[in-house]
Protein backbone atom coordinates (compact mmCIF):
# COMPACT_ATOMS: atom_id res chain seq x y z
CA UNK A 1 0.00 0.00 0.00
CA UNK A 2 0.87 3.70 -0.71
CA UNK A 3 2.82 5.92 1.86
CA UNK A 4 0.72 8.58 3.56
CA UNK A 5 3.68 10.94 2.00
CA UNK A 6 6.21 11.35 -0.65
CA UNK A 7 9.25 10.63 1.68
CA UNK A 8 10.73 8.06 0.45
CA UNK A 9 14.64 8.22 1.06
CA UNK A 10 13.11 9.42 5.12
CA UNK A 11 14.09 6.88 7.75
CA UNK A 12 11.10 4.30 8.98
CA UNK A 13 10.20 5.40 12.80
CA UNK A 14 8.78 2.56 15.50
CA UNK A 15 6.87 3.95 18.82
CA UNK A 16 5.74 1.76 21.33
CA UNK A 17 1.95 2.80 22.07
CA UNK A 18 0.86 1.92 25.75
CA UNK A 19 -3.08 1.77 25.99
CA UNK A 20 -4.51 1.97 29.18
CA UNK A 21 -6.95 -0.81 28.28
CA UNK A 22 -7.71 -3.01 25.65
CA UNK A 23 -11.14 -0.93 25.13
CA UNK A 24 -8.98 1.85 23.52
CA UNK A 25 -7.18 -0.69 21.22
CA UNK A 26 -10.48 -2.23 19.60
CA UNK A 27 -12.30 1.07 19.38
CA UNK A 28 -9.03 1.93 17.38
CA UNK A 29 -8.89 -1.17 15.12
CA UNK A 30 -12.51 -0.78 14.01
CA UNK A 31 -12.60 3.39 13.55
CA UNK A 32 -9.00 3.74 12.17
CA UNK A 33 -8.18 6.51 14.38
CA UNK A 34 -5.49 6.70 17.66
CA UNK A 35 -5.57 9.78 19.94
CA UNK A 36 -2.51 9.64 22.43
CA UNK A 37 -1.41 11.82 25.72
CA UNK A 38 -0.23 15.60 24.66
CA UNK A 39 3.16 14.77 26.09
CA UNK A 40 3.31 12.24 23.06
CA UNK A 41 2.08 14.76 20.06
CA UNK A 42 5.10 16.43 19.57
CA UNK A 43 7.20 13.04 18.79
CA UNK A 44 4.67 11.56 16.93
CA UNK A 45 3.98 14.41 14.60
CA UNK A 46 8.07 15.26 14.08
CA UNK A 47 8.33 11.63 13.36
CA UNK A 48 5.40 11.35 10.99
CA UNK A 49 6.41 14.80 8.73
CA UNK A 50 10.63 13.74 9.41
CA UNK A 51 9.74 10.14 8.33
CA UNK A 52 8.96 8.04 5.40
CA UNK A 53 6.81 5.93 7.66
CA UNK A 54 5.67 5.90 11.36
CA UNK A 55 4.51 2.13 12.56
CA UNK A 56 2.92 1.72 16.10
CA UNK A 57 3.16 -1.01 18.13
CA UNK A 58 -0.05 -1.59 20.79
CA UNK A 59 0.21 -3.26 23.73
CA UNK A 60 -2.46 -2.82 26.46
CA UNK A 61 -0.77 -2.18 29.65
CA UNK A 62 -1.09 -4.93 32.14
CA UNK A 63 -1.55 -7.30 29.01
CA UNK A 64 1.74 -9.36 28.85
CA UNK A 65 0.86 -8.73 24.72
CA UNK A 66 1.42 -6.71 21.66
CA UNK A 67 -2.02 -6.46 20.27
CA UNK A 68 -0.88 -5.73 17.02
CA UNK A 69 0.68 -2.73 14.43
CA UNK A 70 -0.45 0.04 12.74
CA UNK A 71 0.86 2.27 10.46
CA UNK A 72 0.37 6.30 11.12
CA UNK A 73 -2.13 8.12 8.63
CA UNK A 74 -2.14 11.49 9.53
CA UNK A 75 -0.39 14.47 11.55
CA UNK A 76 -2.18 14.53 14.93
CA UNK A 77 -4.70 17.39 14.63
CA UNK A 78 -6.70 19.68 17.36
CA UNK A 79 -10.33 17.68 16.72
CA UNK A 80 -10.95 15.21 20.27
CA UNK A 81 -12.17 12.28 20.37
CA UNK A 82 -15.19 10.92 22.95
CA UNK A 83 -14.43 7.52 21.97
CA UNK A 84 -11.98 7.04 25.05
CA UNK A 85 -14.00 9.29 27.36
CA UNK A 86 -10.55 10.83 29.11
CA UNK A 87 -10.10 14.40 29.58
CA UNK A 88 -6.14 13.64 29.08
CA UNK A 89 -6.20 12.51 25.23
CA UNK A 90 -5.22 15.19 22.93
CA UNK A 91 -6.23 15.44 19.25
CA UNK A 92 -6.73 12.45 17.04
CA UNK A 93 -5.31 10.85 13.97
CA UNK A 94 -5.93 8.13 11.34
CA UNK A 95 -4.07 5.03 12.13
CA UNK A 96 -3.89 2.29 9.47
CA UNK A 97 -3.89 -1.02 11.17
CA UNK A 98 -1.76 -3.49 9.55
CA UNK A 99 -1.96 -6.92 11.83
CA UNK A 100 -4.22 -7.27 14.30
CA UNK A 101 -2.82 -10.46 16.24
CA UNK A 102 -2.06 -10.91 20.42
CA UNK A 103 1.52 -11.62 20.15
CA UNK A 104 2.65 -12.72 23.86
CA UNK A 105 5.86 -10.50 24.64
CA UNK A 106 7.57 -13.87 25.50
CA UNK A 107 8.00 -14.11 21.39
CA UNK A 108 9.12 -10.88 20.95
CA UNK A 109 12.47 -11.30 23.59
CA UNK A 110 15.03 -11.43 21.25
CA UNK A 111 13.92 -8.00 20.05
CA UNK A 112 16.29 -5.71 21.95
CA UNK A 113 16.16 -1.74 22.05
CA UNK A 114 19.62 0.00 21.46
CA UNK A 115 18.43 3.54 22.10
CA UNK A 116 16.74 2.05 25.55
CA UNK A 117 20.20 0.27 26.53
CA UNK A 118 19.21 -2.94 24.70
CA UNK A 119 16.34 -3.73 26.79
CA UNK A 120 14.11 -6.61 25.65
CA UNK A 121 11.05 -4.78 23.33
CA UNK A 122 7.84 -5.29 25.14
Not at 96 to 106: A, D, G, H, L, T
Request: aromatic share 14%; proline share 5%; net charge positive.
Amino acid sequence: SKSPSPRQNMPVRYFIMKSSNLQNIDISQKKGIWSTTPSNERKLNGAFWDSSMVYLIFSAQGSGHFQGFARMGSAIGCEKSQDWGSAGFGGVFKVEWIRKESIPFQFTHHLLNPWNDNKKVQ
